[in-house]
């Protein structure tokens, strides 16, 4: 009997899928998506904009392969199950293998799972159904309109600015970028004063004066004020008050990718590689399991099973005064199809028990997640505020105190918390209600303007924007650094002059397009087709008949911005030369091109020696591909033909003796398997 077909996305995810299965089913990779839009047509687009738009899709290059092996798989199986991942995304894979490979309603079904682990794998065959046509149709929609938006514009940058690319999402978060250096440069610093009493246990600062707010501006003022006080302070009021602290709710991808970079020091990007292989499965020694659910979504629900299994562990280990409650969202969740919050697949795999399975980052993400899960579901923390308003000859000084009286969820997530707590004295032992300062004095401050957006600031301003999507904002941060729009200095996202430039030619001619409001309508309406409420080709249509006619009066009227002159003449007509740009990088050429067709040699640099070759007697020299890609490879080329894309280092591997070489913080050896 032929075995039952299961395609996932990853080769690594079907390992572990397999032996869940067991012998009677054959579990096998689509490797993410098999195919995509063609760049033939109108545009290149792909698409044929005057006949509904229907899409002409092509298989990816160098996949021609793995399809012909699906197809076969296919026809030796009995049945075949998609279970490609469980979000919009993995749905539109899911149609496409359909549509690839021949499937008939009765050959297959349609199977997703939050989470790989037996149970939930078993599971989802119980719940097999068919593909979602309302899914893939918002999925494709979206993929149609960020081809349309991104060719059209990046060719028009390419032409009038230069800048390398444009698109939907990422030139929303490039304006945001933008506008914030821009409300720096225009802030104007002012300086103001602030007077504080200085007694044995604690500080209070000038609040009030008879009870209103006061601002001093000028040095003068601060020194009359002072002028007025005596060092004896009367007792006006004291408020203690007790209140809950509560845990913050689980993960979602947004808030793990804000908590890992300011936690962790983790990239978006980073992060989303480590979530991706705690998701698909660890080998943790008994067994290969995921060790997360889903890390693509942003709702923070949590199943009913995963909820009583933790409060049966709080309980077990913290007691039951800790067991709290679920959190839930005070607002609308925009859910990326009724996802789970992030969350570890078992409350029981804590992290220091599988440390040893794990390397360095992926514990401390593990970790982070675990500790944000569990806590989300104790009880919260009980601080004593107190407030204490002293008065001195009608101006009122302010103090506060926080005092944790009971630990609640800090017990597990007080390694990523700061709570400190700030304990005033009892001010019922000061006789006649007064207490006497040590010392009053001014200090001078200058106002800030608005800090610019570090990592974690902007996905988190993306998120309540409602800009793009939880699995889109590495990917956006990545493209506008790449395309040299932005800088990080000190961590924190400089816009350079291509940036600017890029954004301000956009805003001429694409102001209501290239916009927050615009971009946020765009996702609910990309939603309502997800919800059936929403008629694909009838988005489609709205927005390229708004569209098309401001590129094409952009392209007549945009001005081109004229090459930078080096100060130096053609040597073959004597017009001056100029610095061009090119997909390879910047050249110098004739500005009476194409008259003139002169191009300058480029003025080869030494290369770099990084170490004897360990082949040869030659040296390993860093080189560059006709793209611009740098790799290592032997002097003595071509007689040897040692060449690596990592860098490598003179010390030799401790297994097997063979070259080791470096990438960022990590050593991996091109021999064997060793790495660290």
């Known amino acids: 009997m032929n075995k039952k077909l299961v395609i996932v996305e990853s080769p690594h995810k079907s390992k572990t899928i397999e032996k869940y299965l067991g012998s009677d089913y054959k579990v096998v990779s689509s490797v993410g998506h098999i195919r995509d839009l063609s760049t033939s047509g109108k545009y290149g687009f792909g698409v044929d904009v005057d006949n509904n738009f229907k899409p002409d899709y092509k298989i990816i290059k160098g996949k021609n392969k793995l399809v012909k092996d699906l197809k076969k798989d296919v026809k030796d199986s009995s049945f075949v199950y998609l279970a490609t991942d469980p979000d919009r995304e993995g749905e ?106 200085h007694f044995n246990d604690f500080d209070a600062k000038l609040d009030t004066y008879n009870h209103k707010k006061i601002e001093i501006k000028d040095e003068s003022s601060a020194k009359d004020i002072l002028g007025k006080l005596s060092n004896a302070f009367k007792i006006e009021s004291i408020d203690k008050k007790e209140k809950a602290k509560k845990s913050k709710p689980p993960f979602t991808t947004s808030t793990m990718q804000q908590e890992a970079s300011i936690k962790l020091g983790f990239s978006s990007k980073k992060t989303m590689s480590i979530a991706q292989k705690l998701y698909e499965g660890i080998n943790i020694g008994t067994e290969t399991v995921g060790l997360i659910s889903y890390m693509r979504t942003d709702s923070i629900r949590l199943s009913d099973e995963f909820i009583k299994s933790t409060y049966a562990f709080i309980k077990d280990k913290y007691g039951s005064d800790y067991v709290g409650y679920v959190k839930k969202t005070n607002k609308t969740e925009n859910v990326q199809d009724a996802h789970e919050a992030i969350r570890p697949t078992s409350i029981n795999r804590e992290p220091d028990k599988i440390k040893e399975f794990l390397t360095n980052d992926e514990y401390k993400l593990y970790k982070l997640i675990y500790i944000r899960a569990l806590s989300s579901l104790m009880k919260d923390a009980k601080v004593e505020a107190t407030t204490a308003i002293l008065g001195n000859n009608n101006y009122q000084f302010k103090t506060t105190g926080q005092v944790l009286i009971f630990d609640g969820y800090l017990k597990a997530y007080s390694i990523y918390e700061d709570s400190e707590d700030k304990i005033l004295p009892d001010f019922s032992n000061y006789k006649s209600n007064v207490v006497v300062a040590n010392d009053i004095d001014y200090t001078k401050h200058t106002t800030k303007p608005p800090s610019r957006y570090t990592e974690s600031k902007l996905i988190k301003e993306m998120e309540e924007l409602g800009i793009g999507r939880p699995s889109t904002y590495a990917k956006t941060i990545e493209t506008i650094i790449e395309r040299a729009y932005v800088k990080l200095v000190e961590k924190k996202f400089v816009p350079t002059e291509i940036g600017i430039e890029t954004t301000d030619k956009l805003q001429e001619f694409f102001k209501d397009i290239i916009n927050v409001e615009y971009t946020k309508n765009m996702e609910d309406d990309l939603d309502k087709i997800a919800d059936g409420d929403l008629e694909w080709t009838k988005l489609l249509n709205m927005f390229y008949q708004d569209f098309e006619p401001k590129v094409k009066v952009a392209f007549n009227e945009m001005e081109k911005k004229a090459p930078e002159e080096t100060g130096e003449s053609c040597p073959n007509c004597g017009s001056p030369l100029v610095i061009k740009q090119s997909k390879y990088g910047k050249f110098v050429a004739c500005s009476n091109y194409p008259t003139c067709k002169y191009i300058k040699p480029s003025e080869k640099r030494e290369a770099k020696e990084i170490m004897p070759c360990p082949k040869c007697d030659g040296k390993v020299i860093e080189r560059k591909t006709k793209r611009g890609k740098v790799f290592y490879g032997c002097s003595n080329y071509p007689k040897c033909d040692f060449a690596s894309w990592d860098e490598p280092i003179e010390e030799k591997c401790p297994n097997c003796g063979g070259i080791l070489t470096k990438k960022k913080d990590n050593i991996k050896c091109l021999n064997c398997d060793y790495t660290r």
């Open 92 to 197: 539109a894979i899911s149609w496409h293998l359909y549509d690839t490979l021949g499937l008939k309603d009765d050959d297959y079904k349609r199977i997703v799972f939050n989470e790989i682990t037996k149970n939930a794998v078993l599971n989802s065959f119980e719940h097999a159904r068919k593909i979602d046509d309302n899914l893939v149709k918002s999925q494709e929609t979206r993929r149609i309109l960020d081809r349309i938006i991104g060719f059209r514009l990046s060719k028009l940058m390419q032409s009038k600015t230069g800048g390398k690319s444009a698109g939907r999402v990422q030139s929303v978060a490039l304006k945001l970028i933008v506008d914030r250096e821009r409300e720096i440069e225009a802030f104007i610093p002012e300086d103001y004063y602030e007077i504080d009493a």
